[in-house]
Protein backbone atom coordinates (compact mmCIF):
# COMPACT_ATOMS: atom_id res chain seq x y z
CA UNK A 1 0.00 0.00 0.00
CA UNK A 2 1.08 3.31 -0.69
CA UNK A 3 1.37 6.59 0.85
CA UNK A 4 -2.83 6.94 2.07
CA UNK A 5 -4.51 10.74 2.28
CA UNK A 6 -7.42 11.69 4.17
CA UNK A 7 -9.18 13.69 2.03
CA UNK A 8 -12.20 15.85 3.70
CA UNK A 9 -14.21 18.50 1.53
CA UNK A 10 -18.25 19.04 1.32
CA UNK A 11 -17.90 20.60 -2.02
CA UNK A 12 -18.30 17.42 -4.21
CA UNK A 13 -15.94 19.43 -7.23
CA UNK A 14 -13.53 20.72 -5.22
CA UNK A 15 -13.09 16.60 -2.98
CA UNK A 16 -12.98 15.48 -6.76
CA UNK A 17 -10.28 18.34 -7.86
CA UNK A 18 -8.10 17.69 -4.78
CA UNK A 19 -8.52 13.71 -5.07
CA UNK A 20 -7.40 13.68 -8.52
CA UNK A 21 -4.62 15.72 -8.06
CA UNK A 22 -3.27 13.37 -5.43
CA UNK A 23 -4.18 10.43 -7.65
CA UNK A 24 -2.00 11.69 -10.13
CA UNK A 25 0.40 12.13 -7.68
CA UNK A 26 0.90 8.95 -6.76
CA UNK A 27 -0.90 9.07 -3.46
CA UNK A 28 -4.24 6.35 -2.44
CA UNK A 29 -6.81 8.78 -1.12
CA UNK A 30 -9.66 8.07 1.62
CA UNK A 31 -12.26 10.74 0.86
CA UNK A 32 -15.15 12.04 3.20
CA UNK A 33 -17.67 14.89 2.40
CA UNK A 34 -17.66 16.17 6.05
CA UNK A 35 -15.73 15.95 9.45
CA UNK A 36 -18.01 12.84 10.98
CA UNK A 37 -16.94 10.83 7.64
CA UNK A 38 -13.43 11.18 7.85
CA UNK A 39 -13.57 10.23 11.82
CA UNK A 40 -15.10 7.31 10.87
CA UNK A 41 -12.31 6.67 8.76
CA UNK A 42 -9.80 7.46 11.28
CA UNK A 43 -10.94 4.74 13.79
CA UNK A 44 -9.74 2.23 11.20
CA UNK A 45 -6.50 3.80 9.54
CA UNK A 46 -3.48 6.01 10.21
CA UNK A 47 -3.08 8.09 7.03
CA UNK A 48 -0.15 10.00 6.06
CA UNK A 49 -1.46 13.26 6.52
CA UNK A 50 -5.35 14.75 6.40
CA UNK A 51 -6.16 17.51 3.95
CA UNK A 52 -9.30 19.07 5.04
CA UNK A 53 -11.31 21.98 4.40
CA UNK A 54 -12.31 24.32 7.44
CA UNK A 55 -15.84 24.74 6.74
CA UNK A 56 -17.82 21.50 6.37
CA UNK A 57 -21.47 20.30 8.17
CA UNK A 58 -21.72 18.48 11.64
CA UNK A 59 -17.82 18.47 12.11
CA UNK A 60 -15.65 21.70 10.38
CA UNK A 61 -11.86 21.04 9.67
CA UNK A 62 -10.50 22.38 12.86
CA UNK A 63 -12.74 20.08 15.05
CA UNK A 64 -11.38 16.95 12.95
CA UNK A 65 -7.96 17.62 13.35
CA UNK A 66 -8.49 17.52 16.79
CA UNK A 67 -10.46 14.58 16.67
CA UNK A 68 -6.99 12.97 14.72
CA UNK A 69 -4.48 14.55 17.47
CA UNK A 70 -6.41 12.54 19.97
CA UNK A 71 -5.70 9.14 18.05
CA UNK A 72 -2.43 10.26 16.22
CA UNK A 73 -1.03 13.05 17.80
CA UNK A 74 1.65 13.52 15.37
CA UNK A 75 -0.29 13.53 12.71
CA UNK A 76 0.88 16.26 9.50
CA UNK A 77 -2.21 18.10 8.72
CA UNK A 78 -3.44 20.79 6.42
CA UNK A 79 -6.37 23.38 6.65
CA UNK A 80 -7.75 24.97 3.46
CA UNK A 81 -10.55 27.57 3.80
CA UNK A 82 -11.85 30.52 1.83
CA UNK A 83 -13.26 32.57 4.32
CA UNK A 84 -10.75 32.70 7.13
CA UNK A 85 -9.11 35.74 8.18
CA UNK A 86 -5.73 36.66 9.04
CA UNK A 87 -6.73 35.75 12.95
CA UNK A 88 -8.39 32.68 12.06
CA UNK A 89 -5.19 31.20 9.93
CA UNK A 90 -3.29 32.37 13.25
CA UNK A 91 -5.48 30.65 15.43
CA UNK A 92 -5.08 27.16 13.17
CA UNK A 93 -1.22 27.24 13.27
CA UNK A 94 -1.84 28.12 17.13
CA UNK A 95 -3.74 24.90 17.25
CA UNK A 96 -1.17 22.49 16.09
CA UNK A 97 -2.54 22.64 12.26
CA UNK A 98 0.73 21.99 10.07
CA UNK A 99 0.03 23.94 6.82
CA UNK A 100 -2.93 26.60 5.78
CA UNK A 101 -4.19 26.77 2.14
CA UNK A 102 -6.38 29.36 0.84
CA UNK A 103 -9.16 29.33 -1.84
CA UNK A 104 -9.44 29.80 -4.28
CA UNK A 105 -6.20 27.98 -4.82
CA UNK A 106 -4.38 26.70 -7.98
CA UNK A 107 -3.63 23.23 -9.46
CA UNK A 108 0.11 24.22 -8.79
CA UNK A 109 -0.13 25.90 -5.32
CA UNK A 110 -2.21 22.56 -4.47
CA UNK A 111 0.52 20.36 -5.75
CA UNK A 112 3.12 22.30 -3.45
CA UNK A 113 1.03 22.29 -0.46
CA UNK A 114 0.77 18.34 -0.99
CA UNK A 115 4.50 18.26 -1.65
CA UNK A 116 4.99 19.90 1.42
CA UNK A 117 2.65 17.51 3.93
CA UNK A 118 4.10 15.01 2.31
CA UNK A 119 7.71 15.49 3.40
CA UNK A 120 6.71 17.03 6.79
CA UNK A 121 4.85 13.46 7.18
CA UNK A 122 8.33 11.23 5.80
CA UNK A 123 10.60 13.53 8.39
CA UNK A 124 8.29 13.05 11.06
CA UNK A 125 8.64 8.96 10.78
CA UNK A 126 11.83 9.55 9.73
CA UNK A 127 12.60 11.09 13.07
CA UNK A 128 10.25 8.55 14.93
CA UNK A 129 12.22 5.25 13.11
CA UNK A 130 15.45 7.43 14.15
CA UNK A 131 14.23 7.34 17.84
CA UNK A 132 12.91 3.86 17.79
CA UNK A 133 16.43 2.51 16.48
CA UNK A 134 18.31 4.80 19.36
CA UNK A 135 16.02 3.03 22.31
CA UNK A 136 16.64 -0.60 20.64
CA UNK A 137 20.20 0.19 20.71
CA UNK A 138 19.92 1.27 24.11
CA UNK A 139 18.18 -1.70 25.35
CA UNK A 140 20.23 -3.78 23.56
CA UNK A 141 23.91 -2.54 25.12
CA UNK A 142 22.79 -2.62 28.40
CA UNK A 143 21.11 -6.85 28.23
CA UNK A 144 25.02 -7.01 26.91
CA UNK A 145 26.18 -5.77 29.94
Known amino acids: MGKVILIAEDEAVMLETVTQV ?33 RMPMMDGLQLIHHAREKYPKIVTAIFSGFADKESIIAFLHEGVNFYVEKPFTLEALKVQILKCDKAADDLNQREKDELKEI ?3 FTEEALL
Open 22 to 54: CLDMGFECLTASNGLEACQILETICPHFIFTDY
Open 136 to 138: IEL
